[in-house]
């Protein structure tokens, strides 16, 4: 069963504050649907940009270039600065706002020379920062294996920390959609949990 977007937010909306996580492989259009979401919302919103800067990188920088232009005039856009930021941001939000974070992915590359123990205290802060936070949330989330995956040893770290972490924010969202092709599907309505290893 495919899911339409919601047309009425009062109606269709989860309780607030409201985690929703938005999943897809590379170019599905998870951030488009995330920032419908965001919208649909009628809060005010705050992008959160977890992606790097690279200034010398044309594509990355017409990539920015177009999320940018999608997104309203009114909307707040933070852009972190250091992996360690994501957490007190969220904390610092308020009930009549939603963050939408793009994305959790750029999130966990960012980390990767972290230790594991540097790792595991770095997820869990963002973890607690997510059910604590007094904001709704939307979260874009990529897929990876759905693509090509370097097969590296940091690319195989980027992999499973990701799918990790992913797997434990899905058991805190109140509604995880998966993006394919640039179809929405609630899976959280149809799926089944699997449990956590």
């Not at 308020?94 to 750029?106: C, H, I, M, N, R």
Request: with cysteine; net charge negative; hydrophobic share 40%.
């Amino acid at each position: 069963m495919v899911a339409d977007p919601p047309t009425n937010p009062d109606q269709d909306c989860l309780p607030h504050p409201a985690l929703q996580l938005v999943l897809g492989p590379a170019r599905s259009g998870k951030s488009r649907w995330a920032e419908q979401l965001a919208m649909l919302s009628q809060l005010d919103v705050v992008y959160v940009a977890t992606g790097p800067a690279l200034p010398h990188d044309d594509a990355w920088q017409e990539r920015l270039r177009r999320h940018r232009g999608r997104r309203p005039p009114g909307w707040t856009t933070i852009e972190l600065e250091q992996t360690s930021q994501l957490g007190p941001v969220l904390l610092g939000l308020s009930t009549d706002q939603v963050a939408l974070v793009d994305s959790l992915g750029s999130w966990v590359a960012s980390a990767l020379s972290l230790d594991q123990v540097g790792w595991e205290s770095l997820s869990e802060t963002l973890l607690s920062a997510m059910v604590s936070c007094s904001c709704a949330l939307v979260i874009v989330s990529e897929q990876t294996g759905w693509g090509v995956v370097p097969s590296t040893a940091v690319g195989g770290l980027f992999r499973d920390r990701l799918g990790s972490l992913e797997r434990r924010c899905v058991a805190l969202a109140g509604r995880t959609w998966l993006v394919v092709a640039g179809k929405a599907v609630n899976i959280s309505a149809i799926g089944q949990s699997v449990p956590l290893d």
